[in-house]
């Protein structure tokens, strides 16, 4: 599970000299720029890679490999987010390299803005909202791009000419109907969207269909079925064409494989080198079962310094839940912040037992949820440009409740966003908090308790509880994720209000909590809306957890609901919404109640979980994560443009860079690029194994 914490969702962005700095971190050595550019709705930021010089050389070498395979799979994603976006993006390469025309025009700038979202969300697509989005130029100028280009490095198919080709792409590019939802949420789900992982007349009945022959009932240990393949339909036959060596990806996947035997000469232990063969074989055979095993060798590792995630992961994308996107990250563990996230692990089963979850959905066991902060060093796949700051991995349920879950917190990004946001002059907080006492706050508490609530997600929220014996994996489907991070949202909203944190030093004092509680009712009912255009729903998981919860509380805190369902007859309603001077603000009242009612929708979503109760998960996912009031949508749209904010962050990634000498690698330097097009161009001539087709 990647999880987009509030400090990346926020982008929340404090005056230089208002923001207050945690003492105890280092100061960069020399002015280091980190937010390097801005253009449509994004934000590009450089991170840095702490204590870099006091790896071995060996440990160099290993990050080093891990993150060449980490940059091998860009095409897979791009290929799996919609079936022409490689053409797309090789066009465009075609003309960032070789066009001959006039590159200063306001069109041709249009176009590089164009070029740079394609870019950043692997695709067409957007890389949040999922809707399709348009170069500002014509079709003409598009065309006389392509034709002033140099045409050997088009992706023509044999014998095609640059205006057939060009008369192929336009309306791909340019028709507002055309493959207008990456992931849809309409019915037909799997025909309405343009993702690359069904191929043919395929319908959500006849996947459906297909994977439910496949389970066997009582399985105890089920594959992740349907995880790493795509489904075609053929000849009226159905069958799964799998991403392996040998395979779909072959390519890419041959050249990954490549990079991690290279990384498995240099790794840390043995066990590394144990679970990384199998990664290897599970790439190699496709094997799902391998998978696993690999997962299971792979979370018992706790003692590396070194780690890396990479493979087909998440199924965020796929509007099944059941597909993942390739992606990868290479990290090693940021010492000085682990024993934070430890603290909070090794509570890990007072928090069990303690949590307000009816006891037959608790874990009688928390087994080994292990728990770091890191700092990453190459970002790739579904993790670049715009990464998670948070991760929890195995997905396996089975394997999580059997041998746990690595949860990770990555601190040099959560570092380099708000650095990037001290860098910008305007206030996202001033102008949605109410008071300026919250605005206070949310200055003195609010980098702190979002780390705890990014950890409490993290390391105990997505590993917390059981679902009921016969109750299937994946019961919840287009709902699972969306229910998924509000469960782990609000086992940390809980517990960040619990005493004991003060006691175990995790939170600096009683009051701390309130800043996030402020942040996380003003971002999920108003301000994550400057995020989905006007008119649309709100459709990413994310997005949606944050919006349920908060609507959920403002519904079930408002001073008429509590008095038809309690005996208490409370003055203000919990979360008040206040208009001043046309501007909306939501208040929070009642901080304890607050709590209450967070304690009482984790009962329910754990218990929708637990059960597999699809309807009741439907109904609340319906009813309070994806409408949006279309007045308060464009005041907030209007007040966030006026800030000139950038409501999306993504990363240029540092280059790793072998030092020779006498033809001997002898050392690995950093290097910080911060040309974002440039970048990309690299790695488009550097890392592109899979061949454009259409
Ligand atoms: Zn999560």
């Given at each position: 599970?990647?999880?987009?914490?509030?400090?990346?969702?926020l982008?929340?962005?404090?005056?230089?000299?208002?923001?207050?700095?945690?003492?105890?971190?280092p100061?960069?050595?020399?002015?280091?720029k980190?937010?390097?550019?801005?253009?449509?709705?994004?934000?590009?930021m450089?991170?840095?890679?702490?204590?870099?010089d006091?790896?071995?050389l060996?440990?160099?070498?290993?990050?080093y490999?891990?993150?060449?395979?980490?940059?091998c799979?860009?095409?897979?994603?791009?290929?799996?987010?919609?079936k022409y976006?490689?053409?797309?993006?090789?066009?465009?390469?075609?003309?960032?390299?070789?066009?001959?025309g006039?590159?200063e025009?306001?069109?041709?700038?249009?176009?590089?803005v164009?070029?740079?979202?394609?870019?950043?969300?692997?695709g067409?697509?957007?890389?949040?909202?999922?809707?399709?989005?348009f170069?500002?130029?014509?079709?003409?100028?598009?065309a006389d791009?392509?034709?002033?280009?140099?045409?050997s490095?088009?992706?023509?198919n044999?014998g095609e000419?640059v205006?057939?080709?060009?008369?192929?792409?336009?309306?791909?590019?340019?028709?507002?109907?055309?493959?207008k939802?990456?992931?849809?949420?309409?019915?037909?789900?799997?025909?309405n969207?343009?993702?690359n992982?069904?191929?043919?007349?395929?319908?959500?009945a006849?996947?459906?269909a297909?994977?439910?022959?496949?389970?066997?009932?009582?399985?105890?240990?089920?594959?992740?079925y349907?995880?790493n393949?795509?489904?075609?339909?053929?000849?009226?036959?159905i069958?799964?064409?799998v991403?392996?060596?040998?395979?779909?990806y072959?390519?890419?996947i041959?050249?990954?494989i490549?990079w991690?035997?290279?990384?498995?000469?240099?790794?840390e232990?043995?066990?590394?080198?144990n679970?990384?063969?199998?990664?290897?074989?599970y790439?190699?055979?496709?094997?799902?079962?391998?998978?696993?095993e690999?997962?299971?060798?792979?979370?018992?590792?706790?003692?590396?310094?070194?780690d890396?995630?990479?493979?087909?992961?998440?199924?965020?994308?796929d509007?099944?839940?059941m597909?993942?996107?390739w992606e990868?990250?290479?990290d090693?563990?940021?010492?000085?912040?682990t024993?934070?996230?430890?603290?909070?692990?090794?509570?890990?089963q007072?928090f069990?037992?303690?949590?307000?979850?009816?006891?037959?959905?608790?874990?009688?066991e928390?087994?080994?949820v292990?728990?770091?902060s890191?700092?990453v060093?190459t970002?790739g796949?579904?993790?670049?440009?715009?990464?998670?700051?948070?991760?929890?991995?195995?997905?396996?349920d089975?394997?999580?409740k059997?041998?746990?879950?690595k949860s990770v917190?990555?601190?040099?990004?959560?570092?380099?966003?708000?650095?990037?946001?001290?860098?910008?002059?305007?206030?996202?907080?001033?102008?949605?908090?109410?008071?300026?006492?919250?605005?206070?706050?949310?200055?003195?508490?609010?980098?702190?308790?979002?780390?705890v609530?990014t950890?409490?997600?993290?390391?105990?929220g997505h590993?917390s509880?059981?679902?009921?014996?016969?109750?299937?994996?994946?019961?919840?489907?287009?709902?699972?994720?969306?229910?998924?991070?509000a469960?782990?949202?609000?086992?940390?909203?809980?517990?960040?209000?619990?005493?004991?944190m003060?006691?175990?030093?995790?939170?600096?004092?009683?009051?701390?909590?309130?800043?996030?509680?402020?942040?996380y009712?003003?971002?999920?009912?108003?301000?994550q809306?400057?995020?989905v255009?006007?008119?649309?729903?709100?459709?990413?998981?994310?997005?949606?957890?944050?919006?349920?919860?908060?609507?959920?509380?403002?519904?079930?805190?408002?001073?008429?609901?509590l008095?038809a369902?309690?005996?208490?007859?409370?003055?203000?309603?919990?979360?008040?919404k206040?208009?001043?001077?046309?501007?909306?603000y939501?208040?929070i009242?009642?901080?304890?109640?607050?709590?209450g009612?967070f304690g009482?929708?984790?009962?329910e979503?754990?218990r929708?979980?637990?059960?597999?109760?699809?309807?009741?998960?439907?109904?609340i996912v319906?009813?309070?994560a994806?409408?949006v009031?279309?007045e308060?949508?464009k005041?907030?749209?209007?007040?966030?443009?006026?800030l000139?904010?950038?409501?999306?962050?993504?990363?240029?990634?540092?280059?790793?860079v072998?030092?020779?000498?006498?033809?001997?690698?002898?050392?690995?330097?950093v290097?910080y690029?911060s040309?974002f097009?440039?970048?990309?161009?690299k790695?488009g001539?550097?890392?592109?194994f899979l061949?454009?087709k259409?």
């Amino acid at each position: 599970m990647i999880c987009i914490g509030m400090a990346a969702a926020l982008a929340g962005c404090v005056p230089k000299e208002e923001q207050q700095k945690p003492a105890e971190q280092p100061q960069p050595k020399e002015e280091f720029k980190y937010l390097v550019d801005e253009f449509a709705d994004l934000r590009i930021m450089r991170y840095q890679i702490p204590e870099w010089d006091q790896l071995t050389l060996q440990q160099k070498s290993y990050i080093y490999y891990l993150g060449e395979a980490a940059k091998c799979g860009r095409d897979i994603l791009a290929d799996q987010n919609f079936k022409y976006n490689l053409v797309v993006r090789k066009t465009i390469e075609a003309v960032l390299n070789s066009y001959q025309g006039d590159r200063e025009s306001a069109d041709f700038q249009n176009f590089v803005v164009y070029a740079k979202r394609v870019f950043f969300s692997n695709g067409i697509h957007h890389h949040y909202a999922e809707d399709k989005f348009f170069p500002e130029v014509s079709e003409v100028y598009f065309a006389d791009l392509i034709k002033g280009s140099d045409a050997s490095l088009l992706p023509l198919n044999e014998g095609e000419t640059v205006d057939d080709f060009i008369a192929f792409l336009t309306p791909v590019v340019f028709d507002k109907e055309l493959y207008k939802m990456r992931r849809s949420s309409e019915d037909d789900i799997i025909v309405n969207s343009a993702v690359n992982f069904y191929e043919g007349d395929i319908r959500k009945a006849d996947v459906e269909a297909f994977y439910n022959k496949m389970r066997k009932p009582n399985d105890e240990e089920p594959i992740s079925y349907g995880l790493n393949s795509k489904l075609v339909k053929k000849d009226g036959k159905i069958y799964e064409d799998v991403y392996k060596a040998d395979g779909l990806y072959g390519e890419a996947i041959q050249a990954i494989i490549g990079w991690l035997q290279k990384a498995n000469e240099v790794a840390e232990n043995e066990s590394q080198r144990n679970y990384t063969q199998k990664l290897i074989d599970y790439y190699t055979t496709g094997d799902l079962k391998t998978w696993d095993e690999y997962n299971i060798a792979w979370v018992q590792d706790s003692v590396s310094h070194i780690d890396f995630v990479n493979g087909f992961i998440e199924d965020y994308g796929d509007p099944m839940g059941m597909k993942a996107t390739w992606e990868a990250i290479v990290d090693f563990k940021d010492l000085e912040a682990t024993v934070r996230s430890n603290t909070i692990s090794e509570n890990a089963q007072w928090f069990e037992d303690h949590s307000p979850v009816d006891p037959r959905f608790k874990k009688e066991e928390c087994k080994g949820v292990s728990a770091k902060s890191i700092i990453v060093t190459t970002l790739g796949g579904d993790c670049f440009p715009s990464p998670p700051i948070g991760i929890n991995l195995p997905n396996a349920d089975w394997i999580r409740k059997e041998f746990g879950s690595k949860s990770v917190t990555i601190t040099n990004l959560m570092e380099a966003y708000d650095k990037a946001a001290d860098e910008c002059p305007r206030s996202a907080l001033k102008e949605f908090a109410y008071t300026q006492e919250e605005v206070d706050l949310c200055k003195k508490y609010g980098s702190d308790a979002d780390v705890v609530h990014t950890n409490l997600h993290e390391c105990l929220g997505h590993g917390s509880g059981k679902l009921l014996p016969g109750t299937q994996p994946g019961a919840l489907k287009e709902f699972s994720s969306t229910l998924e991070e509000a469960r782990a949202d609000l086992f940390g909203l809980y517990y960040l209000a619990e005493p004991r944190m003060v006691e175990l030093g995790v939170m600096p004092d009683a009051e701390a909590y309130m800043a996030e509680y402020c942040s996380y009712i003003r971002n999920g009912m108003m301000s994550q809306l400057a995020r989905v255009e006007l008119g649309k729903d709100v459709t990413e998981a994310h997005m949606q957890n944050r919006k349920l919860i908060s609507e959920w509380c403002y519904e079930h805190g408002k001073v008429e609901t509590l008095r038809a369902t309690s005996v208490q007859t409370p003055e203000k309603d919990v979360i008040e919404k206040i208009v001043r001077d046309g501007k909306t603000y939501f208040v929070i009242n009642d901080f304890e109640a607050l709590r209450g009612l967070f304690g009482e929708l984790l009962a329910e979503i754990q218990r929708i979980k637990s059960e597999g109760d699809y309807a009741a998960g439907k109904a609340i996912v319906e009813k309070y994560a994806v409408k949006v009031d279309p007045e308060l949508h464009k005041e907030v749209k209007e007040r966030y443009n006026a800030l000139g904010l950038k409501p999306y962050g993504g990363f240029i990634n540092p280059e790793i860079v072998p030092v020779t000498e006498n033809g001997q690698v002898v050392d690995y330097k950093v290097e910080y690029p911060s040309d974002f097009v440039a970048q990309h161009l690299k790695y488009g001539k550097e890392y592109s194994f899979l061949k454009a087709k259409h």
